[in-house]
């Protein structure tokens, strides 16, 4: 199992009072394995993806990344996990603005100090059809291409599962379709995939399906 | 970008954000600028003050009643007084009981006229007797200027060889003295015979106030016994010789009075400096506060791509620190400048004692002011940079935190 939690729970307070942000979620992912979770706003997905990330301590339960526990990593270890073989999308424009499509697409691949990190961030952006823009800065593309640059980007370093937050929130029905087409194609390379959306449809290629409400994940029979 | 590195991020972040770059420069630059300003007028105000300790080493100065602001402004500022005790007052105050030194000197106030070269303070001193002058005057011409000679003070025009005229005499320079900070560094110092010849001609040349006759003297220096109680010696001096009109000048006290008024001078230049420093720190501090609040998407992404929250905090300093610099050292540069070519004025505007420091020392005084100014934005940032982990975690969560 590349990707396991078990039991996860999150409180946050609100003022004075605590709910659960994430309840007593469990979830699992092999490699290759493409998974998407579907719920409405505020219902805890983001939150999620962050612990899986390593962004966000648990209260209670464990996630596991590749046999590790990673609750009981320090953030040194933790960013480089999510540097190195998680490929994070943070949902909206996460591209660094004062920064061209390339160096962002390459930042994660210099900061790992992987060679050719350049070379490969030109190979992806062709790959997703927006070479003509490496040299260009993010306020000037559409929120399509700056979607493909993210997940571009967090291709670099080839991990060895994908979380993407909201990937298709600003985008059209086609460019949504192509998206989710691209993940896709990553699954089949082997990467493990999971992909916070508000589309209700299943996407072409998934595995598995989540639902989340008030911090309770449900897998789809 | 050819690599990753703190420095190559931390400056395409701030050349992005050129206005508020320029702001956070522009206040380090008025930092630095205060600061080294403030700091080079406190080191030369206490230099001059320590120069007066060094070379006033006289307990007692007596002059006639009435002149005491006069002489007090020939020795620290140099500014040409002429005052004269009698030829017998001055026989009868050299016969002094209790007092292990005692030296006479003559003040004659230069002309501005053709007669004189330049008006300067004369002073002329007995080398024998002299206790005050003759320990740093030797150091330049050993023995005291001969007939003709003269030692000027480093402000006056003249180095040793050239001519100089006082009362239609012209004088060789056989010394000229290292500043003092004091008004000696305007005056001009001959023996006490040349003075005498000097205080006929200036009499001559129409003088006013002076006495006929050889003998006469401006100040009588003391340095009592060992162990005299200075106040009630200079007390009891004062009953003594009321009908001859000597007035006593304690030097303690009279350095005492210039250090408190040197002090609260400094005390002012301080507080302000310190409520500079506070409020430059706390704008900076504001500054970085609302950028980490702006830019916590930014730090956030950075998170998701796996850098660090110690790295994170190092950029927020690194960036603190490379928009100090230059704003510390333009502030340096221009403070120094702008401050050397104001010395003049300052120094005679502030009518106190002021003597530069030497080289080490200012260098120690800009060092300071740099050092200070450039670690104040990294210190401003701390705060922010501490806070920078929970805040970026948050944004990334929430779209458009």
Redesign the interface.
């Known amino acids: 199992m590349l990707l396991e939690v078990n039991q996860a729970t999150k409180l946050y307070k609100r003022g004075t009072e605590e709910f659960k942000a994430v309840d007593n979620a469990s979830l699992s992912l092999n490699p290759g394995e493409y998974a998407v979770i579907n719920g409405q706003s505020g219902s805890g997905k ?2 999620l993806l ?1 612990i899986i ?1 390593g ?2 301590n648990l209260d209670s339960g464990q996630a596991s990344f590749d046999g590790t526990d990673i609750g009981t990593l320090g ?2 270890k933790l ?6 073989k998680i490929g ?1 999308i ?3 424009q ?6 061209t499509i390339i ?1 962002n697409v ?3 691949g ?4 992987r060679k050719n990190s350049r070379e490969r961030a030109k190979a992806l952006l062709d790959r997703l059809g927006i070479a003509r823009l490496a040299n260009q800065y993010p306020a000037r593309l559409s929120g399509g291409e700056i979607r493909r640059a993210a997940i571009a ?1 967090g291709l670099i370093n080839e991990p060895k599962l994908v979380v993407a937050d ?1 990937p298709t ?1 600003d985008l059209d029905p086609a460019n949504s379709l192509n998206i989710f087409e691209l993940f896709n194609e990553i699954a089949l390379s082997g990467a493990a995939v999971l992909v916070v959306t508000h589309e209700s449809q299943k996407p072409n290629g998934c595995h598995k399906r989540y639902l989340m409400n008030d911090g309770v994940l449900l897998l789809e029979s | 970008m050819k690599r990753f590195s703190l420095l190559s991020i931390s400056v395409s972040n701030i050349t992005c954000r050129a206005f508020r770059s320029g702001t956070l420069a522009g206040i380090v630059f008025i930092l630095s600028f205060v600061l080294v300003c403030g700091s080079l007028f406190s080191a030369c105000l206490r230099n001059g003050i320590s120069s007066i300790d060094a070379r006033l080493g006289a307990d007692l100065l007596l002059v006639p009643s009435g002149y005491e602001q006069s002489a007090q402004g020939a020795l620290l500022r140099g500014e040409p007084s002429s005052f004269y005790f009698e030829p017998k007052t001055v026989q009868l105050l050299l016969a002094l009981p209790d007092v292990s030194e005692i030296t006479p000197q003559l003040f004659i106030a230069s002309f501005d006229s053709p007669h004189c070269s330049a008006q300067v303070q004369m002073i002329g001193y007995d080398p024998e007797t002299d206790f005050l002058l003759s320990p740093w005057l030797n150091n330049e011409v050993p023995g005291g200027p001969g007939a003709d000679e003269v030692i000027v003070g480093s402000k006056i025009n003249g180095d040793v060889g050239d001519k100089l005229t006082f009362f239609a005499r012209q004088y060789t320079v056989a010394g000229k003295l290292a500043e003092t900070g004091m008004g000696f560094d305007t005056s001009a110092f001959v023996n006490m015979d040349m003075a005498q010849v000097a205080l006929g001609e200036y009499i001559q040349l129409g003088g006013k106030d002076a006495p006929e006759g050889d003998g006469a003297a401006s100040c009588i220096a003391i340095n009592a016994n060992p162990g005299t109680n200075l106040r009630d010696y200079s007390k009891n001096l004062r009953i003594a010789y009321s009908q001859h009109r000597v007035a006593v000048i304690e030097t303690q006290t009279m350095l005492a009075d210039l250090s408190s008024n040197l002090d609260t001078l400094l005390g002012i230049v301080s507080v302000l400096a310190v409520f500079l420093w506070i409020l430059a720190s706390t704008v900076l501090a504001l500054i970085f506060a609302m950028s980490l609040n702006e830019r916590r998407r930014e730090f956030g992404i950075y998170r998701a791509l796996g850098v660090t929250k110690s790295k994170l905090a190092a950029m927020m300093l690194t960036e603190s620190a490379l928009l100090s610099a230059p704003g510390a050292f333009l502030g340096l540069a221009l403070s120094s400048v702008l401050y050397f070519m104001a010395e003049p004025l300052i120094s005679v505007s502030m009518n106190l004692p002021y003597l530069r420091p030497n080289v080490q020392d200012i260098a120690l005084i800009l060092a300071g002011g740099f050092l200070v100014s450039l670690v104040t934005g990294p210190l401003a940032a701390l705060f922010s940079a501490a806070r920078i982990g929970k805040v970026s975690t948050a944004a990334i969560i929430k779209e458009g935190a």
């Open positions: 983001s939150t962050a990330a962004l966000l953030d040194k960013s480089a996990l999510r540097n190195e994070f943070p949902q909206g996460c591209l660094l603005s004062n920064f160096d390459a930042l994660p210099l900061l790992a100090k980007r909201e929130s």
